[in-house]
T-cell receptor, first 116, second 111 residues
Framework: DTGVSQNPRHKITKRGQNVTFRCDPISEHNRLYWYRQTLGQGPEFLTYFQNEAQLEKSRLLSDRFSAERPKGSFSTLEIQRTEQGDSAMYLC??????????????FGEGSRLTVL | SQKIEQNSEALNIQEGKTATLTCNYTNYSPAYLQWYRQDPGRGPVFLLLIRENEKEKRKERLKVTFDTTLKQSLFHITASQPADSATYLCALVGGGNKLTFGTGTQLKVEL
């Protein structure tokens, strides 16, 4: 399978714990995006990378959130000191830059976080 | 503030009928608009893209229109089937191919 892969698919944690999600994009895709989706809402943009450079971060991404893409391949999203309001589906997507700004995003299946 | 609105209530239609979903936006001037399908517990899947200079785009049983004066896109599924039941998301394309999504409309196609 050469699609976008996310791990873990489900994570249950207690408030105050740290969690980390991993995303493996489609191999030839330069751009990688993180979105968050809560029940009944559309995905909300968090941040995106072009290769290893983090080009934009949403105001939604508080200081407790950090994302990295150290070698321009896989990416991690870490949430420190989790709060119940962090419970959501975290979606990763990738796209190739050769399609400019019009190309589709390829989404993974998401990592669902539940904070107790 | 910028806002993208989709029908918040689920749309129930009979098999074989045409489903029409609406996406309205304010305080945007997008050059492109995309539609995605999302099944429960899954990531969104791209369906169609339409450019601001295109009035209509078709793909098999799908048709999308884009009216930049009305600030509205309509998404049609003709000859709908139960397998078309899903949530449909519209998304406006910004710089860096960053997408801003609407809330989505849930479609249920009944036998």
């Amino acid at each position: 399978d050469t699609g976008v892969s996310q791990n873990p698919r489900h994570k249950i944690t207690k408030r105050g714990q740290n969690v980390t999600f991993r995303c493996d994009p489609i191999s030839e895709h330069n751009r990688l995006y993180w979105y968050r989706q809560t029940l009944g809402q559309g995905p909300e943009f968090l941040t995106y990378f072009q290769n290893e450079a983090q080009l934009e971060k949403s105001r939604l991404l508080s200081d407790r959130f950090s994302a990295e893409r150290p070698k321009g391949s896989f990416s991690t999203l870490e949430i420190q000191r989790t709060e119940q309001g962090d419970s959501a589906m975290y979606l990763c997507a990738s796209s190739p830059t050769d399609r400019g700004d019009t190309g589709e995003l390829f989404f993974g299946e998401g990592s669902r976080l539940t904070v107790l | 503030s910028q806002k993208i609105e989709q029908n918040s209530e689920a749309l129930n239609i009979q098999e074989g009928k045409t489903a029409t979903l609406t996406c309205n936006y304010t305080n945007y001037s997008p050059a492109y608009l995309q539609w995605y399908r999302q099944d429960p517990g899954r990531g969104p899947v791209f369906l169609l893209l339409i450019r601001e200079n295109e009035k209509e785009k078709r793909k098999e049983r799908l048709k999308v229109t884009f009216d930049t004066t009305l600030k509205q896109s309509l998404f049609h599924i003709t000859a709908s089937q139960p397998a078309d039941s899903a949530t449909y998301l519209c998304a406006l394309v910004g710089g860096g191919n960053k997408l801003t999504f609407g809330t989505g409309t849930q479609l249920k196609v009944e036998l």
